[in-house]
């Protein structure tokens, strides 16, 4: 049984809410005590999902807004209930910590945050999250590409907190491919990370429209220093108990800092092109990560800028590699361009089509299911 409930929500909306979760059947239902004492009895009480209404006045509701940041700052999940919002406020939510916005007449959007609720606790600030290292044959063969995909795919499961990492050591791109603003670093959070409660990452980062956060490296390489194996352990033991999902974007230099994230990850996903070179490459980095304990299931190999008939077929590069490919990603210099002008992830821009099967076939094949079609309140990158 996993304790909710709700706040400044109108008895009609609660009873909504009531009838859509409890058709689960292994949710208590608690607002009926917590209601008219207000914030305060949500706090003290055992509710791990908290519903907190958004008011039809305008000037209340940053006070809903400050109400819902304090609740999520107390490990709760937290899900605002109103119409559709506008994308201010959407990322206004978002930036807070909140899981969702949805309607009281949702149901599929009900249930789900019910079972993030109902879950291990992996969903929230506490759990043990996993790590999924993206490592490329050689340069230039788009680890940054995938890792952003990968990351955005994931995170459109409102269950799952993701994080995408820049932890490349010879080219730091990944705030320059988002065109983020600035914000706290790889190198900032080791300032920090002995510190820092987990419940304060999210905030602490930067968080994408798209609902992925995202931690870069400083781009100034001649005076600030890269992230060190040795400071490694403390920054990633961090960041997997703020998130469910941890995505690390190695590049392809695989010195001591990738030799250890890897020994530590979950699931390896090489990256390679079609040419010779990037395949011998290839070859040699999963023998690597044989030697590391990522084998077979564990490791996801992702033929990028595919192109029929421009070298070596599926079947050749799985005979060649000894190993069989997870997905393959269809040449789109449009589509790439696109994605790099509008710092957006590929997935953002290629919806459908061939790259976009490409990247579901992927996470279908890291996940057992293909990811969520996006429910749209906002343009990609506004």
């Known amino acids: 049984m996993v304790p909710y409930a709700t706040l400044g929500l109108p008895p009609a909306i609660t009873a909504t809410i009531e009838r859509h979760i409890g058709a689960l059947g292994h949710l208590e ?30 000037a209340a509701v940053e006070d809903a807004l400050a109400a819902a940041h304090a609740l999520v700052a107390r490990d709760r999940i937290v899900a605002l209930v109103g119409g559709d919002p506008t994308p201010a406020l959407l990322l206004q939510a978002m ?40 490592l490329g044959s050689h340069g230039g063969v788009g680890t940054t590409t995938v890792a952003l ?41 080791l300032r920090v990370a002995a510190t ?28 600030v220093p890269p992230v ?47 040419d010779l070179m990037a395949l011998r490459t290839a070859r040699t980095r999963l023998d690597q990560l044989e030697r590391l304990g990522l084998q077979g299931d564990q490791v996801a190999l992702v033929v990028n800028r595919y192109a029929h008939g421009a070298g070596p077929s599926e079947v050749e590069i799985e005979e060649r ?37 490409g990247l579901d076939h992927l996470v279908e094949r890291l996940t057992g299911s293909p990811p969520r079609r996006r429910r749209r309140w906002w343009s990609p990158g506004r």
């Open 29 to 58: 239902l608690s607002p009926a005590e917590l209601e008219p004492q207000g914030q305060r009895a949500v706090d003290q009480s055992a509710a791990r999902l908290v519903f907190v209404g958004l008011p039809a006045d305008p």
């Open 95 to 134: 930036r807070l910590g909140c899981r969702d916005v949805v309607s009281a007449d949702d149901g599929e959007a009900l249930a789900r945050l019910a079972e993030a609720a109902a879950g291990d606790g992996a969903a929230l600030v506490g759990g043990a999250g996993g790590l999924v290292a993206v």
């Open 149 to 189: 995909a990968l990351a955005e795919l994931l995170a459109r499961d409102p269950t799952r907190g993701v994080v995408v990492v820049d932890l490349d050591q010879a080219d730091r791109t990944l705030r320059a491919v988002l065109d983020l603003p600035a914000g706290l670093t790889a190198r900032g959070l």
């Open 196 to 223: 820092m409660d987990p419940v304060k990452v999210r905030g602490a980062l930067t968080r994408r429209a798209e609902g992925f956060w995202v931690l870069g490296q400083d781009e100034d390489v001649l005076t």
């Open 228 to 274: 060190e194996a040795e400071e490694l352990p403390a920054m990633v033991s961090l960041l997997r108990r703020a998130f469910t999902t941890v995505v690390v974007d190695l590049g392809s230099t695989f010195g001591e800092l990738a030799w250890q994230l890897v020994d530590d990850a979950h699931l390896g996903v090489l990256v390679t092109t079609q």
């Open 321 to 357: 590699l000894g190993a069989p490919v997870a997905a393959l990603l269809p040449d789109a210099p449009r589509l790439a361009q696109r994605a790099l002008d509008e710092g957006l992830p590929l997935s953002e821009v290629a919806e459908r089509g061939r790259v976009a099967d």
